[in-house]
């Protein structure tokens, strides 16, 4: 049997480490090493660095385990364990130098598709305000040694919601048009710059409701599970819009449905 927690351990662990080495090469000068899906869509030089460093810290505790990084080559396990992986997720705030980056490690069971995985552990640590958010499989969602729960308390005033765009120039129009699909059911948006950390704050109940098109795996891998182990539900679609994006959606209970049927009706 997976020992969930011993997973979420090592997560814990490492992440410290790769965070505190992201800050590190923030605090000495980041340079863009390339561009990506679009001039936005970039990756530094710390995040090749640090994915390099949570890779090698797996391969050598637990070799038989696959592991698919948004940095590398995903590589195929014999464990039936994957691990997935953001470096940094909020590359364009790391870069900008804005405290809103995180370290984002999931260990994950099954084929290695959000559709098809149990997620079984997940991490996500910002180093520059030292918060670190975990999750196991049936064993709650803690921010640190407290443990977190999703705000299920209804407000007249409507919901705080958070959200993000899509590198490509071209989506923006769609995403404004969800947007404004979206905004009756909410008090106002926030727009924080990662992914991973957007699903933090609905499970810590700083954010109501969090919809995006366009995430990657390993953007929402730890955050998903931290949000249902909080008491949320997450929503990782299946459908693609013209841009071979899916739409995440994730909440408390309550305002779930809503939030899903406006944010899907595209
Ligand atoms: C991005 C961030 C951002 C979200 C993008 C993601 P990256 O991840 O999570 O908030 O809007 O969709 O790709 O590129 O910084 O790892």
């Known amino acids: 049997m997976t020992d969930v927690s011993e997973l979420a351990h090592i997560a814990i662990e490492i992440a410290r480490e790769a965070g505190a080495l992201a800050r590190r090469r923030r605090d000495e000068g980041v340079e863009i090493a390339a561009t990506k899906s679009s001039m936005a869509d970039i990756v530094t030089e710390a995040d ?5 460093l949570i890779r090698d810290r797996l391969r050598s ?6 592991f698919v990084g948004e940095e590398s080559e995903p590589e195929t396990g014999t464990s039936g364990i994957t691990w997935i992986v953001d470096p940094i997720d909020g590359t364009v705030n790391y870069a900008y130098g804005i405290p809103a980056y995180a370290v984002s490690i999931a260990a994950v069971r099954g084929t290695p598709e959000p559709d098809k995985w149990t997620a079984l552990a997940g991490v996500v640590f910002n180093p520059v305000t030292a ?3 975990h999750a196991s499989l049936g064993n709650g969602s803690w921010l640190g040694g407290r443990r977190i729960a999703v705000n299920d308390a209804p407000s007249p005033a409507g ?10 120039p071209r989506s923006h129009a769609g995403d404004l048009a969800r947007v404004a699909r979206v905004m009756p059911l909410a008090r106002d948006i926030r727009r924080f710059g990662s992914a991973a950390l957007d699903l933090c ?7 109501d409701g969090y919809f995006e098109r366009g995430l990657k795996p ?3 891998a730890a955050g998903a599970l931290i949000v249902t182990e909080a008491g949320g539900r997450v929503s990782v679609g299946h459908e693609r819009d013209e841009f071979g994006r899916v739409l995440v959606v994730a909440s408390n209970s309550l305002l779930f449905d809503s939030l899903f049927s406006s944010a899907s009706g595209d």
């Open 201 to 207: 704050a609905v499970a810590a109940g700083r954010l």
């Open 131 to 133: 918060e670190i958010f």
């Open 61 to 66: 505790m637990r070799p038989e385990d696959g």
């Open 218 to 220: 390993w953007d929402h």
């Open 159 to 168: 919901a705080l919601l958070g959200t993000g765009f899509g590198y490509d």
């Open 48 to 52: 090749r660095e640090v994915e390099s």
